[in-house]
């Protein structure tokens, strides 16, 4: 991938990078404009402009290489890598040579994934060695991404990519941090996960990031990956929804970042063999344009809809069972005769049990089928 100007550019890896320009106009002179991608069509034409299906891509105002050709990593990937490696680190080709060359590098042993908890263990603490997982997987500093995350595939897809992060165990960035979430907290019932987006501004550059929500109980909290601690793991003690979200725009302020735009998705299904996609941004908040009151009236909304739409394989165990008598009787519905059996229901989260009372003339022959249950 290149780019021509009359101007002397700055070097990204295998990249070029444009600088910005002080009055963002292209003039007589030939002075560089700052490239806006504005469209998805834009998008698709830059990647499809880069040679043998490579894919750039752009995080908190820096473009990075995709890994798209899966593992093990191609030649020339790797080599792609190191070629960035050695532009961005201050030792240059020196640091990459000794590392490349040296014969008594340590072993780094693979971090366990935490693939299953005892029951006793609380969710809170399940979420927490989640977390802690991820962190010893460390955050990707290389320049490229070495899992290719599609925001459109189906579950069933980013599980796969997510088993490939385990087998792997290579550092990664946030947003497969999202996708790995997702698969260690499948099946954990009364648990809600949703993607929560920022976007903010520093000096004039954009950065964006991505986290974890996770919901359980009345509580909410996230897990992810940063650069700064306090951006992507938080544990489920907050309130409410937009406790969470004010705690890290919090966080925002004490980097200078000034957060622009907050998106919410929906909960993902527990189905790791889902066909259905993550529901990324299904309320966008322009923080610039609205009052605290009104982002939090905003988010408490969308907190009931992730209740109602919740995709646990439970309902949480702290709402009040069900009860619900169904009288057929004669006298009491028009249209039907004495004879018509009786039918009660009892529901009782996902198990519903239905009993019924044959007349006199059908007990007295075979009972099979008189009493029945039905599990959904």
Same mark, same amino acid.
């Given at each position: 991938m290149s780019f021509k100007s009359k101007q002397g550019?700055?070097?990204?890896?295998?990249?070029?990078?444009?600088?910005e320009p002080e009055s963002g106009n292209l003039g007589e002179e030939g002075d560089l404009i700052k490239i806006r991608m504005k469209s998805k069509s834009e998008k698709l034409k830059r990647s499809q402009s880069l040679p043998d299906g490579d894919e750039v891509q752009e995080e908190n105002g820096v473009l990075f290489w995709v890994n798209k050709s899966?593992?093990?990593? %191609?030649?020339?990937?790797?080599?792609? +890598?190191?070629?960035?490696?050695a532009k961005i680190h201050p030792e240059g080709h020196k640091m990459v040579q000794g590392v490349r060359q040296s014969k008594e590098l340590v072993t780094i042993p693979a971090p366990q994934a935490p693939l299953s908890f005892s029951p006793t263990v609380p969710i809170g603490d399940r979420v927490e060695k989640i977390q802690n997982y991820m962190t010893e997987l460390q955050y990707n500093h290389t320049g490229t991404q070495f899992f290719e995350i599609r925001k459109n595939r189906p579950i069933s897809g980013l599980m796969e990519c997510a088993k490939e992060m385990i087998r792997e165990s290579l550092p990664i960035k946030c947003l497969e941090a999202v996708i790995l979430g997702i698969y260690l907290t499948n099946g954990m019932m009364?648990?809600?996960r949703y993607p929560i987006s920022f976007k903010s501004t520093f000096q004039g550059s954009v950065h964006r990031h991505v986290v974890l929500g996770i919901s359980h109980g009345g509580r909410y909290g996230a897990i992810g990956m940063s650069r700064r601690e306090d951006l992507m793991y938080k544990p489920l003690v907050f309130k409410s929804l937009s406790d969470l979200v004010f705690d890290f725009e919090k966080a925002y302020t004490k980097y200078w970042h000034e957060v622009?735009?907050?998106?919410?998705?929906?909960?993902?299904?527990?189905?790791?063999?889902?066909?259905?996609t993550v529901q990324w941004k299904t309320l966008t908040l322009n923080v610039s344009k609205l009052s605290r009151k009104e982002m939090t009236r905003e988010l408490e909304q969308h907190s009931k809809l992730i209740r109602a739409k919740a995709k646990s394989w439970s309902t949480p165990?702290?709402?009040?069972?069900? +009860?619900?008598?169904?009288?057929?009787?004669?006298?009491? +519905?028009?249209?039907?005769s004495k004879s018509s059996p009786t039918v009660? +229901?009892?529901?009782?989260?996902?198990?519903?049990?239905?009993?019924? %009372? %044959?007349?006199?003339?059908?007990?007295?022959?075979?009972?099979?089928?008189?009493d029945y249950q039905i599990r959904i």
């Open positions: 550019l700055q070097t990204f890896g295998s990249l070029i990078r444009f600088p899966g593992f093990p990593i %191609e030649d020339r990937t790797w080599q792609r +890598m190191w070629d960035h490696v009364g648990v809600e622009r735009k907050v998106k919410v998705g929906l909960p993902s299904p527990h189905d790791p063999h889902s066909y259905e165990p702290n709402l009040p069972k069900k +009860m619900a008598t169904f009288i057929d009787a004669g006298r009491d +519905m028009p249209g039907t009660k +229901m009892t529901r009782s989260h996902s198990v519903v049990t239905k009993s019924r %009372e %044959e007349p006199a003339s059908v007990k007295s022959g075979s009972s099979r089928g008189a």
